[in-house]
């Protein structure tokens, strides 16, 4: 590592089973009237019901914005500004999944700042004012956006996802229930699942990674090893849903100070011109990228296969490293993630749009944290190799 490593995290983390009954205490001492953003899902289940009556219990007023989508976008931050300022709210709880989150990120740092959100894209428009305070309560163990600075918006006019990341999107409080989780079905559990799985490797091989990131990173990857499956295959195995949600938490800390690479890059343009759900365009690219070049960090991907054996320190770095791909690949299969081609997006429509893809990924950033960096050709051959990808060639498992 050179020069000097920076190590940021929300200023309270509130983790364990129940911890979602303290949101009402946490609002009183942020401010006095709360917008709950959420989502219809978390609404039918009756969450934002359980989060309206601590709210009530508190003493707090509170007013409800439930328009988001799987896909957050500049439309549905919009929305939630504008009831933001005419209910004259002054802190802001988001109950969801990532969605959710990344919504309420881009509210709080708009109410408090103007402007549009593209504007803060690469930092063109400076913030001046700190956001309003943001309570980020995850209902999946995917995303880890409860504890990072970054936010992701689907700009609607282009179908870009803008990528904006400062100290300020921060939540001011992360409350990490695991019981929460428990209503996420198996193939949400699978795609936010393997999302964590890609947060904690991006993290560990970035180009930014530093010590205090690596032991999150390495962490998390073996939490989720240990307990993905579990989860997805036993919705109600509440071990498993903690493992998954602390470890999550862990990856989303990784990636949010060592930033994440090329999976990201890649998979942000599938989400916003196919509409496939950040979880499962992560999880379709994870294996495939990880076979891309990956003799230059060899060490990091052995490590990592290191992990997922238990007989790994007996292994070369080479059988290491190929145990690491193997292992991604088999897990993939267990939890049933589809490649492009079985998700329903259209050849036709897929060629048309490759080049542009492949630019907007180049034009995220993401893609130059990686220990190599792809040209252009390189990732529209990536997105060939991914449109039809078989996850197969796994070994036996040693675990």
């Known amino acids: ?94 109950l969801g999944g990532g969605s959710c989150i990344d919504t309420g990120k881009a509210v709080a740092i708009l109410a408090a700042n103007g402007g549009d959100i593209s504007q803060y894209v690469g930092g063109k428009k400076v913030v001046q004012q700190p956001s309003v305070p943001l309570i980020a309560i995850p209902t999946t163990a995917g995303t880890g956006s409860e504890v990072t600075d970054v936010t992701v918006i689907t700009q609607t006019a282009t179908d870009v996802k803008l990528m904006v990341k400062h100290p300020a999107l921060t939540p001011a409080v992360a409350i990490v229930d695991p019981v929460l989780t428990v209503s996420s079905p198996p193939h949400v559990t699978a795609s936010t699942g393997v999302d964590a799985l890609c947060h904690a490797v991006e993290a560990y091989i970035s180009r930014r990674a530093h010590p205090l ?55 942000r ?48 770095e080479e059988e290491a490293a190929h145990t690491a791909v193997a292992e991604v690949k088999r897990l993939c299969l267990e939890l049933n993630i589809p490649n492009m081609a079985n998700w329903g997006i259209d050849p036709h429509s897929f060629e048309s749009h490759l080049e542009k893809m492949a630019q907007d990924a180049i034009d995220s950033g993401s893609p130059g944290n ?22 197969s060639g796994a070994i036996s498992s040693h675990r």
């Open 1 to 94: 590592m050179k020069g000097t490593a920076i190590f940021r995290v929300p200023s309270e983390v509130l983790y364990g089973r129940d911890a979602f009954t303290q949101v009402g205490e946490k609002v009183a001492a942020l401010g006095r009237k709360a917008l709950v953003i959420s989502d219809p899902v978390m609404e039918r289940i009756g969450y934002v019901d359980r989060c309206r009556q601590f709210l009530q219990q508190a003493g707090r007023p509170h007013g409800s914005y439930l328009g988001v989508d799987s896909e957050p976008t500049d439309r549905h931050v919009a929305e939630a500004l504008e009831q933001f300022q005419r209910e004259q709210c002054d802190v802001i709880v988001s």
């Open 269 to 316: 343009p599938i989400g916003a011109v196919f509409h496939v759900p950040h979880g499962v365009s992560n999880a379709m690219l994870l294996p495939a990228v990880l076979e891309f070049k990956n003799e230059a960090y060899r060490r990091n991907l052995a490590d990592i296969g290191r992990i997922f054996r238990e007989d790994g320190n007996a292994l070369t």
């Open 370 to 391: 990686h220990p190599v960096v792809p040209t252009q050709e390189e990732i529209i051959q990536l997105y060939h190799e991914c449109y039809d990808y078989r996850f």
């Open 213 to 267: 990131t690596d032991s999150h990173a390495r962490s998390a990857i073996d939490r989720i090893y240990r307990y993905l499956r579990r989860a997805y295959k036993d919705g109600k195995d509440l071990e498993a849903r903690e493992q998954m949600s602390l470890a999550a938490m862990e990856a989303g800390i990784a990636f949010s100070n060592a930033s994440v690479c090329l999976v990201h890059g890649m998979s």
